[in-house]
């Protein structure tokens, strides 16, 4: 079974710059969230979208920050434009959500640096 | 919201000896503890769970507790190898979000 499909892996830009990133969750998981991951610390969640819902998007800086989520599989995440501090690493999750457990599974991340 | 303290920040042991990573969450409505491993440079691996019903569990050398009264739950890595070194997270799930602890750095030394 395939994981969670991230890409692009890297990515560099320059502030100001817009930059989007991909999503392809596990196979039948209903829950897709979105996290980003400073250097040394744990991941901080930004979206949760259940089936093509956001449930959960208090934390998204949405004045430049947004996210979909199309036929409730594939999701892109956007900034626009990006800042110094957006510098991190994005992190995509699934899980099947079933009786309010929620075992997410991680995508490999993409390594965002703005110069 | 929820917050989750995890302790200590970095850890060093000997190889073969245990490992002890403790947490403690806030909201009491949290019945979801998973643990992530992080090695540097790769997506954080769900390594082990534990539901609020529950207070142990054990799969192989490793295992973690939960005491819900005080709030905190531990992750115990028994006779640990050089490739137990990682990040280790602790995460509360308190209605399908999860709140992650900052951290342990742990390293095995042979």
């Known amino acids: 079974e395939a994981g969670v499909v991230q890409s692009p892996r890297y990515k560099i830009i320059e502030k100001k710059q817009p930059v989007a990133f991909w999503c392809n969750p596990i196979?039948?998981?209903?829950?897709l969230y979105w996290y980003r991951q400073n250097l040394g610390q744990g991941p901080e969640l930004l979206i949760r979208y259940e089936n093509e819902e956001a449930v959960d998007d208090s934390q998204l800086p949405k004045d430049r920050f947004s996210a979909e989520r199309l036929k409730g599989v594939d999701s892109t995440l956007k900034i626009q434009p990006a800042e110094l501090g957006d510098s991190a690493v994005y992190l995509c999750?699934?899980?099947?959500?079933?009786?309010?457990?929620?075992?997410?599974?991680f995508g490999p991340g993409t390594r965002l640096t703005v110069t | 919201g929820e917050n989750v303290e995890q302790h200590p920040s970095t850890l060093s042991v000997q190889e073969g000896d245990s490992a002890v990573i403790k947490c403690t969450y806030s909201d009491s409505a949290s019945n979801y503890f998973p643990w992530y491993k992080q090695e540097l440079g790769k997506r954080p691996q769900l390594i082990i769970d534990?539901?609020?019903?529950?207070g142990e569990k054990k799969d192989q050398r490793i295992a973690v507790t939960l005491n819900k009264t005080a709030k905190h739950f531990s992750l115990h890595i028994t006779e640990t190898q050089p490739e137990d070194s990682a990040v280790y997270f602790c995460?509360?799930?308190?209605?399908?979000?999860?709140?992650f602890g900052a951290g342990t750095q742990v390293v095995v030394t042979p």
């Open positions: 196979s039948g998981h209903n829950t």
């Open positions: 534990i539901r609020s019903n529950v």
């Open positions: 999750a699934s899980s099947l959500s079933l009786a309010g457990f929620h075992e997410q599974y």
């Open positions: 995460a509360a799930d308190s209605w399908g979000k999860l709140q």
